[in-house]
T-cell receptor, first 114, second 113 residues
Framework: DSGVTQTPKHLITATGQRVTLRCSPRSGDLSVYWYQQSLDQGLQFLIQYYNGEERAKGNILERFSAQQFPDLHSELNLSSLELGDSALYFC?????????????FGPGTRLTVT | DAKTTQPTSMDCAEGRAANLPCNHSTISGNEYVYWYRQIHSQGPQYIIHGLKNNETNEMASLIITEDRKSSTLILPHATLRDTAVYYCIVRVEWDGSARQLTFGSGTQLTVLP
């Protein structure tokens, strides 16, 4: 158990809909990262927040957005969903801004778009 | 970040050492070698990392060749719970850019009873 929690565990929705994925980092961790893992793309970094502010952006679509709240939990919002958005979405946290080896991953949310 | 090459799959007998190779012939002097693993559909788990010297922790050992063009992750006494995809990643620790972790295909290690 990494100490990172993600809800919901599974999500099934239809194309065109909007969903929100939630992540609670480990106690005291200031950085939150979001990743997408699909069968054909592998694990891809989406976005990072540090202490409430966006710090780094990866391959995140404009239909996706995220935020980190004062209590440090984070939400990833996915809108106008397409079939290709079906994937595992992982959140990771770390105590500082950038150490690579200190990313602790949550169990993931499996999103299925039908 | 330097490109890595790993075998697609490997088998190992339970209780034996599992040796997972990784080639990174284009590695730069300031790039570290990181190993993560992912047990089926769970979140990736950090294992170990190193720059030049061999490293050991409670999970594994990392052996990096002197020219740093390849490395081997060693699980000394593999158990069935070590069955997972193992990713070798080479990148700088911090280079001031926004680049982050991206995994390749990794090696599917299957520990056999």
């Amino acid at each position: 158990d990494s100490g990172v929690t993600q809800t919901p565990k599974h999500l099934i929705t239809a194309t065109g809909q909007r969903v929100t994925l939630r992540c609670s980092p480990r106690s005291g961790d200031l950085s939150v990262y979001w990743y997408q893992q699909s069968l054909d793309q592998g694990l891809q970094f989406l976005i990072q927040y540090y202490n409430g502010e966006e710090r780094a952006k990866g391959n995140i679509l404009e239909r996706f957005s995220a935020q980190q709240f004062p209590d440090l939990h984070s939400e990833l919002n996915l809108s106008s969903l397409e079939l290709g958005d079906s994937a595992l979405y992982f959140c990771a946290s770390s105590p500082r801004r950038s150490p690579f080896y200190e990313q602790y991953f949550g169990p993931g949310t499996r999103l299925t778009v039908t | 970040d330097a490109k890595t090459t790993q075998p697609t799959s490997m088998d190992c007998a339970e209780g034996r050492a599992a040796n997972l190779p990784c080639n990174h012939s284009t590695i730069s002097g300031n790039e570290y070698v990181y190993w993560y693993r992912q047990i089926h559909s769970q979140g990736p788990q950090y294992i170990i990392h190193g720059l030049k010297n061999n490293e050991t922790n409670e999970m594994a050992s990392l052996i990096i060749t002197e020219d740093r063009k390849s490395s081997t992750l060693i699980l000394p006494h593999a158990t069935l719970r070590d069955t997972a995809v193992y990713y070798c990643i080479v990148r700088v620790e911090w280079d001031g850019s926004a680049r982050q972790l991206t995994f390749g295909s990794g090696t599917q290690l299957t520990v056999l009873p």
